[in-house]
């Protein structure tokens, strides 16, 4: 009887453990594999040539991705700059100011809204936001635009991870214990005070953990960017420029451009890229995290 | 940086005779606290039964009754804490001195719950650091110099005798302070603020006994300067500090009286056979 028990529990813990190992295996397993794919570029070209070159040339092996570093970077800042603000006020209004029939409503249509596929959000920013841009937006400000912009990209990424933040921050902020809000009230604090001073400053490591998750998020769609980026293999100047993120470079050119075995190993070496920087951001984001967390 | 700022400030700083800021003055007469025919239900069904009380200044009101009658309720609803409770409704008045609480308008709302403090059942020190946690209250009314906040900080420290034990950490996290200095430091950052009552929720529960006795002699001490109600599970306790007693049973109160009469002889067979613990 206690001897069955026993094995349950060692198989359990045996089974867990597997799970956990084969989980990170993978993940080295992938690493060593992109490596492996993009060793013939790096072997021809240096790789800080590679990072900061800004010449993107196939066919004349010239692979510079500088502009697709770029693209990305500028599209997941646009976004998180708009996202973050947003749904951190959606987020305090739901918990600290809404009546319980407005989050019965609101919370199952953000569920919705974050499980849509990114396919819907790309339509979605051609239709409305790329046109907007084009006619209403950007005359104020250039000259000429398509609308298929940083901007657009930016705009359509920020709309897809706020869902995902809002739904985030609201966990955190109902895990905030009425007590302390109480405490705060007491004291003659308004709800605003309250939210800044008890609500937000408690769950600040929570909400720099829920970042770092949306940006992670942000920087490898591809679908909805791809559809509204515009597709430009140049260095964006301005948030009217089009640009190129890494992830629509490799979706856009994989499997069409394999007879240029240079080309295959380049884009391969996007893919690690895109892997490491997810990888070093998350890594250093726990870093920060924990030095937050002790203050 | 900082923290050498308040080191040295309030090593030069000598024990001069400390004085609340003009805002918190207290009025010359302690208001009492009255509640008039006040009934309260939550989604429909009533929990507080046409409840008529008059809480004394500068006395120690304990609520006594068993378990689910309604005393947090009454508690809460003296500072219009109820209010946060979803589904809530409430009809009769509820004054500090002749100004309504129970009806007053939102702005009005902040000054009065300033007026009231409270101490609640388990600690609750607010994400920041000990010397933030005190001085919280008095940034929200309006108290802006660092001088006058570092003022007020030490002198309620001493108050509930948390000065010497925190002086060479006040800029570290007040989670860090042990449960009791925790507790203490609630009472003292409520009364930072000046209030003229203070709530407390079964304060003492969850504290250890050396801990419980220090808060429950500060209370002692501080009803010459303020006025005190508190819930308790513990009759003992009651019959230790209490001054005056309102009995509750079933959200409606029993028995009112001063704490010798309610405790030697209490009117109401329902108060008797509570204080007997035949009812709990
Ligand atoms: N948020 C709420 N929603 C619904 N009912 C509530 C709520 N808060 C309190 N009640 C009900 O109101 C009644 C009184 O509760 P209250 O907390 O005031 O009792 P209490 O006398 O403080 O009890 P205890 O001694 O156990 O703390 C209880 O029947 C309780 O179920
Ligand atoms: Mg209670």
């Given amino acids: ?295 | 940086m900082r923290k050498f700022i308040l080191r040295k400030f309030f090593a030069n700083d000598n024990n001069e005779a400390f004085v609340p800021d003009a805002k918190f003055k207290h009025p010359d007469v302690a208001p009492e606290l009255t509640v008039d025919h006040f009934n309260l239900s939550i989604e429909g069904s009533p929990i507080l039964k046409d409840v008529s009380v008059t809480i004394p200044a500068n006395k120690i009101t304990c609520i006594i009754g068993p378990s689910g009658c309604g005393k947090s309720t009454l508690l809460k609803s003296l500072n219009r804490l109820s209010d946060t409770i979803e589904g809530v409704k409430t009809t009769g008045d509820i004054r500090i001195g002749d100004t309504s609480i129970a009806n007053c308008s939102m702005s009005d709302l902040v000054e009065l719950r300033r007026r009231i403090g409270l101490v609640p059942q388990r600690p609750t020190p607010l994400p920041m650091s000990i010397y933030g946690n005190i001085a919280y209250g008095c940034k929200i009314h309006g108290v802006s110099s660092r001088r006058e906040l570092r003022k007020i900080v030490r002198h309620y420290l001493k108050v509930v005798g948390l000065w010497d034990e925190v002086k060479d950490r006040l800029t570290s996290p007040a989670t860090k302070l042990s449960i009791g200095q925790q507790q203490r430091l609630c009472l003292a950052r409520s009364l930072a603020v000046e209030p003229e009552f203070i709530l407390a929720d079964e304060a003492t529960s969850a504290l250890d006994p050396v801990s419980s006795k220090i808060v429950e002699d500060l209370f002692v001490k501080l009803k010459e300067q303020y006025s005190i109600v508190m819930v308790t599970h513990t009759l003992r306790q009651a019959l230790r500090i209490a001054d005056y007693v309102i009995f509750i049973y079933m959200g409606e109160v029993i028995e009112v009286g001063d704490a010798q009469q309610v405790f030697k002889n209490p009117k109401n067979e329902l108060t008797q056979k509570y204080l007997s613990g035949a009812i709990s």
């Fill in chain 1, 1 to 295: 009887m206690s001897n069955l028990r026993i094995i349950k529990d060692r198989t359990a813990s045996g089974a867990m453990r597997t799970v956990t190992i084969v989980a990170l295996a993978f993940v080295l397993v992938m690493g060593w594999g992109l490596y492996r794919k993009s060793a013939p570029i790096l072997s021809e070209i240096p790789l800080w040539d590679l990072l900061t070159d800004s010449t993107w040339q196939p066919f004349k092996n010239k692979f510079g991705f500088f502009p697709f570093v770029m693209g990305t970077i500028w599209v997941t800042v646009i976004a998180v700059i708009i996202a973050l603000p947003l749904s951190l006020f959606t987020a305090v209004f739901l918990t600290e100011y809404s009546r319980r029939f407005v989050r019965k409503i609101v919370y199952p249509a953000l569920d919705i809204l974050a499980s849509l596929p990114s396919v819907i959000y790309g339509v979605w920013g051609t239709l409305v936001v790329v046109p907007w841009i084009s006619d209403k937006l950007a005359p104020y400000f250039v000259s000429f635009s398509t609308g298929y912009t940083t901007l657009a990209a930016g705009i359509v990424l920020s709309i897809m991870i706020l869902p995902l933040l809002v739904s985030l921050f609201v966990e955190l902020f109902t895990s905030v214990s009425n007590e302390l809000r109480d405490s705060s009230y007491a004291l003659g604090a308004t709800r605003w005070q309250t939210a800044q001073s008890v609500v937000l400053r408690k769950s600040l490591p929570g909400v720099f953990a829920s970042v770092v998750l949306a940006i992670s998020r942000a920087l490898g769609e591809t679908i909805a960017v791809l559809m509204v980026c515009g597709n430009l293999p140049a260095v964006p100047h301005s948030v009217f420029d089009s640009c190129y993120p890494i992830p629509a470079l490799i979706a856009n050119n994989y499997g069409e451009m394999l007879s240029l075995p240079m080309y295959e190993s380049a884009l391969m070496f996007a893919a690690l890229l895109l892997f490491v920087v997810v990888l070093v951001f998350n890594l250093a984001s726990r870093l920060v995290l924990r030095k937050i967390e002790q203050k």
